[in-house]
């Protein structure tokens, strides 16, 4: 039988054991990979996946996606939110990880997936920003807007 301090122990290590099972996804760098990848092989479309994998997303990388959500809206006139920027088929994922370990420095990690093969291996740069880690993925720049004259619409005839 545990006396009144073995069971303030037993309540602190449960305490403990379940506070430590339920970190956010992005308290470390392998957690926010993870994390992105689950949301991103669910998208197909679903606001609610895309909210949540663009919110594991490295500033730089929302940045990028909010200004092709601006041009796509600007250039279609019709309003799309920056994370419906993510489309589904972008994202193939070329083998199924079976590890993942992390080498940090700072405020940088860089995330190390093995899969089953020896070939099968990615490295993913991460950030902790915003009080968690965020994953980095590097978009190509958007290029300048080029606008070009348009032809004179008014009626003149040829002759």
């Known amino acids: ?6 069971r303030k122990l037993v309540a602190a290590l449960a305490l403990a054991s379940i506070s430590c099972g ?4 992005d308290s470390t760098p392998e957690g926010a990979v993870r994390e992105l990848c ?3 092989r669910r998208l197909d479309g ?3 996946e895309a909210k949540a994998a663009f919110a594991l997303l490295a ?7 909010v200004a092709r959500a601006e041009r796509y809206s600007g250039g279609s006139g019709k309003h799309i939110e920056p994370e419906m920027m993510l489309a589904p088929a972008s994202f193939t994922e070329r083998f199924s990880a079976r590890s993942l370990e992390s080498v940090v420095h700072g405020n940088y990690a860089i995330v190390r997936a093995r899969g089953l093969l020896e070939e099968d291996r990615a490295e ?7 009080g968690g880690w965020k994953v980095k993925i590097d978009l190509p720049p958007l290029p300048p807007v080029v606008v070009r004259p348009r032809e004179d619409s008014s009626p003149t005839r040829r002759r």
């Open 124 to 130: 993913i740069p991460c950030v902790f920003e915003d």
């Open 59 to 65: 500033k730089e990388t929302r940045d990028n996606l």
């Open 22 to 25: 339920n970190k956010p996804p």
């Open 46 to 48: 679903s606001p609610k």
């Open 1 to 6: 039988m545990l006396g009144p301090h073995g």
């Open 38 to 40: 689950d949301h991103l």
